[in-house]
């Protein structure tokens, strides 16, 4: 990281997210929109969005919708209306033409199949194909004479001598000589328009002045430098974040599972505990912290913490991170995202858990510090509103190994309960009592309860949960326990 905290006056601040809709909106493009969030809710000034939808063959506008909902779901709201870049392609053109009128720019009529033919030429002879400027040798009268003739061609931009460079934020000083830089084509024999000259173009026309965005788009930046520089427009800075790595430390990809963000809010994943985890991929607050609510990420994020280093998208973390998250969120705030799923999981309707709702929170409260993903939370609800819930056969086998010695303490038990009163404290007192009379340890006695409650040997504080499922309930399930012990025999 180099110097770059931005000191100018904050509102003049414009950063841009430019994604293609050509696919779902990925981790990748996440962390893109979110650092330029970020660094706009830090210091100010304004986060565009513009769609980058110019290859018509490959953009769709259900990506397009995937994308809005992405950034909806994460919370990176954009400051003005978004801007679709097929909407400015005549803009495109005439900076092209301009270009070509003022000399920077040349027709080139040399064919795909004449180019993909040199290119293999020279690259079977281990070469990287440079474009010969051929086109740009031709005389005047000749060019006249194909243009009359109406041969088609494209526009290139001719790389003038030199070497380009720019102060990156992330990165420091990056130097290119122009010499490795191909006259680039700019407009297609179409008059459609080429990545580079239309990001520029539309950069310009937004008066963008950082351009934050991953690190595979370094080798474009020395062309849209020579681009913004030709065309007399002030040059954004730039800040290239990255890349990201799976946890087998190979770039992420669809082999590392889930790219989509869209597919972590269906596996149970919370939008701040999302943001909180992109956030560490290519930056940090400079200590060890890593848990981190918006509002923190907000307040400590600044340019200096950008990191070099790729990030690694481990899901083992983004889970343990959204751990974190459930456990920092309040029942209130969780239960509009658990009662859908609870409902979708057939546990209750929505009436029921409107009619509900206190004992809901309170069951949501238990559950919230011990689930890692919403999914998880629903799936521990279960055995609070069914009585079918599955036994967990490890949990059986240890806690009820000894059917007639468990058949005889858990109707012990039964009575206690039956005239126990009904709050944590009473039957705490009650239950652990009882333990002394067997002369056994508490837990020697509240383990096989905890089976027969909920099927299984981990749950909240068995006086909360005696509690959450009431006299009648728990009852009931001591007494189908018995019975399957008597049954097993
Ligand atoms: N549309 C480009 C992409 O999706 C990004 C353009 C840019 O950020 O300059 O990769």
Sequence with gaps: MTDSTPTDAASSHRLRFAPSPTGFLHVG?????????????KYGGAF?????DTDKARSTDESTRAIFDGLRWLGLDWDEPAVYQGANVARHRSDALRLLAEGKAYRCFCTTADLDERRKAAESQGAAFVYDRRCDRLPVDEIDRRIAAGVPFTIRFRVPDGTTRWDDMVRGEIAFPNADVDDLIILRSDGTPIYNLAVVSDDIAQRITLVMRGEDHISNTPKQILLYEALGAPLPRFAHLPNILGADGKKLSKRHGATAVGDYEHLGILAEAMVNFLALLGWSAGD???VMPRADLIALFSTEGLLRKPGVFDVKKLEWMNG????????EVLEPLL???AVSQGL????????RRAWWLQLIDLLRIRGRTTVEIVRMAVPYFRDDFEYDPDAVAKQWKDRDATARLLEAVRSR??????????LERDLRALADELGIGAGKLLQPLRVALVGSSASPGIFDVLVLLGRERSLRRVDRALTMLAEAD
Excluded: C, K, Y
């Design 288 to 290: 060890d912290r890593e």
């Design 417 to 426: 309960l039956a005239g126990s009163g009904w709050d944590p404290v009473e």
């Design 324 to 331: 974190q998250h459930l456990g920092m969120t309040s029942a």
């Design 339 to 341: 009662s859908p799923l």
């Design 48 to 52: 565009l969005l513009r769609i980058e």
């Design 29 to 41: 493009g996440a962390r893109t929109a979110l650092f330029n969030w970020l660094f706009v809710r």
């Design 348 to 355: 209750a309707t929505a009436v029921e858990l409107a009619t």
